[in-house]
């Protein structure tokens, strides 16, 4: 199993990750739920730094279709779960964990720990 965790470099057709990822099985691809909250959350940064700005409705506008579109994409991928049984393992991953919340350095060797194939 691949799990996607640069997403964005997919979506955005960056040359090398897309090949890589086009060599491989569309079943055998995932993403954590972890990468689909940031996502998620990124647009809805966007909305709500525009939502009171009616000079910018183009930029609400945008931030909108970018959460569609995101959630459309998203029924199309594996997503997987992150849950409270993984709690032995973030005690022993070497670095910075606060309640299921990752920092960013961390998060490649948790999953890497957790979806060996």
């Not at 029924?75 to 992150?82: A, D, G, H, R, S």
């Amino acid at each position: 199993m691949w799990i996607l965790d640069h997403l964005s470099l997919f979506q955005n057709s960056h040359p090398l990750v897309t090949q890589r990822i086009r060599q491989q099985n569309p079943e055998n691809l995932a993403i954590t739920v972890i990468t689909f909250e940031e996502k998620v959350k990124g647009w809805l940064n966007v909305i709500n730094k525009y939502n009171n700005q009616a000079s910018k409705y183009e930029k609400l506008i945008w931030g909108y279709k970018g959460l569609w579109d995101e959630i459309e994409y998203f029924k199309n991928i594996k997503l997987l779960e992150f849950d409270t049984k993984f709690q032995p393992t973030l005690s022993k991953i070497p670095c910075q964990v606060s309640l299921f919340r990752l920092i960013k350095p961390c998060k490649l060797f948790l999953i890497s720990l957790l979806y060996k194939p």
